[in-house]
């Protein structure tokens, strides 16, 4: 069958095995939950608790004022135990609200259920959707009120849920498919209602067979605008731009929304964790997560609260067989690399991979040998070749006049170059680079 794709795009081993047939299994967490104050992009919150606090399942315990910002709520109940700077996945050091859990689990949250949600109006959907904490979960954890409230002028004709988890040995999105089909089309029905012009569509990667079969089993038990589209496996295939193409034939000029060609994108997670917060009041308290990767001795997808250890997480797949050279948090493609495993699990924590010397293969650089594979590769258009040339000179306009700020850090670059040329860590480079520089000038101007 000639399924729809996109332009570029690599093929990297699906290496999905590992946790493809494992059902999600829930576990409560020991220790100390830790809440970073940034799980999403925009404005961090603050803590609106204290050292002290008892606080409940479901209780707000950081918001901000700002529109693009997504309040964060305890996963358990217990007491605030501190309030201070830890360690996160990125390695980085931020505020974090630290709870020790009473084991109770007693729900104190403010949300109501709604169990016939077409009774909401729209604003009052959104407004769940806000106090709920949801974010884009498939790891951009963009705040999904902000996404589902585009200028009014743009009218929104395709709503693509996006299932494709293109990242290799990542799984979570699939077992949710696979088992909990309900919420995902039950939330898709909630964001419809808000615009009811609109078409659904489930864009599944055709290596989940058992994902496509169940989803489109459960749609013939509703009526409405939602059907399943498979599309073919290629790697970044996930990525939004790649999606909006691939579904609708329509590329997104650079700097532009998807509101612009008339489309949102949601992760399947987070379109479920919509079904959760309107019609059952339950906030983003949990994300599935895969722990894979050949140091892991029992690879499982687990369902885990939000703020809890990766060191637990690790524990509950059976620990290391051996001393892993490289964890990250993510897949292999775009994972950050950890520092430690003493760090909690955010809502865009999508997987845990630890990988041995055998597998996480390091190769030094060497010189361009100008072959033009990355060209080939780069979903987006661009020359990664010259975009390093560029920010190796430091020469951020440069990096910036070849569309540099458009890459989607996507490391398909990285992965075809035979010179192992590190292009994909040279792109972040740059746009930090031009970011900088647009601060100073900024500075300049305000200074002057
Ligand atoms: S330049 Fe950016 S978008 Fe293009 S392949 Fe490399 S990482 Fe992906
Ligand atoms: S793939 Fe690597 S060696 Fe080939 S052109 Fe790109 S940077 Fe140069």
């Not at 970073?36 to 925009?42: A, C, K, N, R, V």
Request: glycine share 10%.
């Amino acid at each position: 069958m000639n399924l729809p794709t996109f332009r570029g795009g690599i093929h990297p081993p699906e290496s999905k095995s590992q946790t493809e047939k494992k059902e999600i299994e829930v576990i409560s967490p020991k220790g100390e939950l830790v809440y970073p104050m940034s799980q999403h992009l925009g404005v961090p919150c603050s803590p609106i608790v204290k050292k002290g606090d008892r606080v409940l399942v479901g209780q707000k315990i950081a918001d901000a004022d700002a529109f693009v910002s997504a309040p964060i709520l305890s996963s358990v109940s217990g007491t605030v135990v501190e309030i201070g700077m830890r360690m996160t996945v990125s390695g980085a050091f931020e505020n974090c609200v630290v709870v020790e859990n009473d084991h109770k689990f007693e729900h104190g949250g403010a949300l109501e259920p709604h169990r016939d949600f077409k009774s909401l109006e729209p604003p009052e959907l959104v407004k769940i959707i806000r106090e709920a904490g949801i974010v884009g979960m498939g790891g951009a954890t963009f705040p999904t009120h902000v996404k589902l409230s585009p200028p009014p002028d743009k009218r929104i004709r395709w709503i693509i849920i996006n299932g494709a988890e293109c990242e290799p040995f990542l799984n979570c999105d699939n077992r949710l498919m696979i088992e909990h089909p309900e919420p995902v089309i039950g939330g898709l029905e909630i964001c419809l209602r808000l615009f009811p012009e609109a078409e659904g569509i489930i864009a599944i990667e055709n290596n989940k067979p058992e994902a496509i079969r169940r989803i489109d089993n459960e749609l013939s038990e509703h009526s409405g605008n939602i059907r399943v589209m498979p599309h073919r496996v290629k790697y970044p295939q996930g990525a939004e731009k790649m999606l909006i193409y691939t579904v609708t034939g329509q590329e997104i000029p650079p700097g532009a929304l998807p509101s612009e060609v008339g489309c949102l994108v949601l992760n399947v997670s987070t379109v479920a964790h919509i079904w959760n917060a309107v019609i059952d009041g339950m906030p983003v308290l949990d994300r599935i997560i895969s722990v894979v990767g050949d140091a892991v001795a029992s690879p499982k997808n687990i369902l885990a609260p939000l703020g809890t250890s990766v060191r637990e997480l690790i524990e509950t797949a059976g620990g290391f067989t051996e001393e892993p050279v490289k964890v990250l948090s993510g897949g292999p493609m775009m994972g950050i690399s950890m520092r430690s495993l003493d760090v909690p699990i955010v809502k865009g924590t999508s997987g845990i991979l630890a990988l041995t010397a055998r597998s996480a293969q390091s190769f030094a650089e060497s010189a361009c040998i100008r072959c033009g594979r990355c060209i080939d590769a780069c979903p987006m258009g661009l020359l990664p070749s010259s975009l390093d040339r560029s920010v190796r000179r430091r020469d951020y306009a440069a990096f910036e006049a070849d569309g540099g700020m458009n890459c989607i850090e996507c490391g398909s670059c990285t992965y075809v170059c035979p010179a192992r040329r590190h292009l994909t860590q040279s792109c972040r480079d740059g746009k930090a680079g031009v970011m900088s520089e647009r601060r100073k000038l900024k500075e300049k101007g305000q200074a002057a």
